[in-house]
Every structure is written in C-alpha cells, then in structure tokens.
C-alpha cells in the first residue's frame, strides 16, 4: 500500500500544508489504496519538505513529482482537458502554489496572533526548554524566505491588491462552471483549492480569512471541492 508522509490534520483540515492536502486528493481520484502517515520535522526527507509518498520502491518527494508517478501508474487527472486547458491549469497550479500560497504563509507565520498557535501546533517535539529559541528561529528563516520571495517587501495595499488579482482570475473561471475547468475537479482544482481551503482557515480572523468567507463563489468552491473528494 502506498504511504502518504504528511504533516497532521489542523485547522479543520486534512494538513497544515496545502501541498499535502493536494496529494491526498489525487491519492484519492487515482483510485490507488494509500495511507496516512503524520510527521512534523521533514529534515530528513529528500527535499527536506513534505509531501513524499513512500511506494514499494522509493520515495517520491514532491506534490507534482508525485502527480507524476501517480500518472505513470495509470491516473489521468486531467483526461478530458483541451491542450489549451491544460496550459492554463499549469498556469493556475504556478500561481496558486508559487504566488498565493506565499500569502498564506506569510499571513500565519508573520502574524504575531497566529505564530503561538502555529508554535504549540508544530513544533511539539523541540523539548520545552529550547522551544522558544529554536522556534523563533526557524520563524526568522521563514519570514527571509517571504523577503526574498518578496512578498512581505510590499505595502499591506500592494499586497491586496495582487492577491485580488489572483483570486478574480480563479474567479473568472468559476463563473462558467463549478469547478475550474468543468462539471468535475481535475489536477488544477487539487492544487488552487487546498491554497485557498488553508487561506481561509488560518486559525485567527486576518484579512484573508475574512477576504474568502464573504467570498459566496469561492467559499462554495472550497466547500463543493470537499464534497467532491472527501478525505
Ligand atoms: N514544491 C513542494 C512544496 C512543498 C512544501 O513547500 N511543503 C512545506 C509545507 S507547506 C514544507 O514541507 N515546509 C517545510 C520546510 O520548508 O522546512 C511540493 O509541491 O510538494
């Protein structure tokens, strides 16, 4: 059977991590039988992240090298999409995990009411009394990469304002069927949706959950997205 090494359930979610909560959809559509096995220090992980599927062979490290191999065994996620359509989901999928989700984490980890939670959460097996050292250290690698990647380099406007462009791209696609490329999820659903599911539920009220809740389209997105593919 094949493993799927995740980080836990949390916040009403299957993970923490919406790259994770990707993969379990697609374990889920291949119709492969898989199991859960929960982590929190990825270290020694070949990309040191998760999600990896552990398979009879190997280790696949990788949501989309995980697509990948799940494809190989005969999954086709994306079976009834016009070449043109599959163009557009890779977009949708890159902007989702490489632009959106940076909002994410930086909306959790740079928030000073959401970092206890994510500290009591996540970092349960640093031993109590070098906690707050480590922990905080590991927020200031995390809060570089969000300035390297730029994101927290803009104003709080700036920042909406991009964001909002994103999501009224999702949204132009939802307008003309329940999920983004039709009737069913296909590969593109599977990465957009779990970005914003954690988006909107980022344990404290913040300006992005409140942004997806008054959201009627893309709240009952996520909640059909569920429905569709329950975990
Ligand atoms: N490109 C990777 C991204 C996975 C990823 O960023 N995972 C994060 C959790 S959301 C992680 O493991 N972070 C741990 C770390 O960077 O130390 C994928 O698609 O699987």
């Known amino acids: 059977m094949l ?10 979610q299957f993970s923490a991590s919406p790259f994770c909560v990707k ?3 697609m374990l889920q559509l291949s119709g ?22 552990r398979t009879s062979q190997r280790l696949v490290a990788d949501s989309d090298l995980i697509r990948d191999w799940l494809e190989t065994q005969g999954a086709n996620f994306d079976a009834d999409l016009s070449d043109i359509q599959k163009a557009q989901s890779r977009a949708l999928i890159r902007m989702a995990e490489e632009h959106i989700y940076n909002h994410v984490v930086l909306d959790r980890w740079g928030n000073d ?5 994510l500290r009591d959460m996540f970092f349960t097996e640093v031993p109590a009394l070098i906690r707050r050292p480590v922990t905080h250290a590991i927020r200031k690698s995390v809060m570089k990469r969000m300035d390297g990647a730029g994101v927290s380099r803009f104003s709080d406007t700036e920042r909406t304002d991009r964001l909002e462009r994103d999501l009224e ?5 939802l307008w003309q ?11 593109a659903d599977m990465s957009v949706g779990p970005v914003l599911a954690a988006m909107r539920a980022t344990p404290k ?5 409140r942004r997806i809740k008054t959201d009627t ?15």
Not at 3 to 12: E, K, N, S, V, Y
Not at 33 to 43: E, G, H, K, T
Not at 169 to 173: D, M, T, Y
């Open 177 to 187: 069927s329940p999920f983004l490329f039709g009737e069913s999820p296909t590969a």
């Open 3 to 12: 493993t799927l090494l995740t980080f836990p359930a949390a916040f009403g």
């Open 23 to 25: 993969t379990a959809y």
């Open 205 to 209: 009220e913040t300006q992005l959950t």
């Open 32 to 53: 492969q039988s898989w199991q859960r096995s929960d982590m929190l220090n990825p270290s020694k992980m070949p990309h040191q992240k998760l999600p990896v599927l």
């Open 169 to 173: 791209a999702i949204s132009a696609f």
């Open 113 to 117: 009411e959401v970092w206890p939670i």
């Open 217 to 231: 389209l893309l709240n009952s997105y996520l909640d059909r997205l569920e429905q569709a593919i329950p975990l």
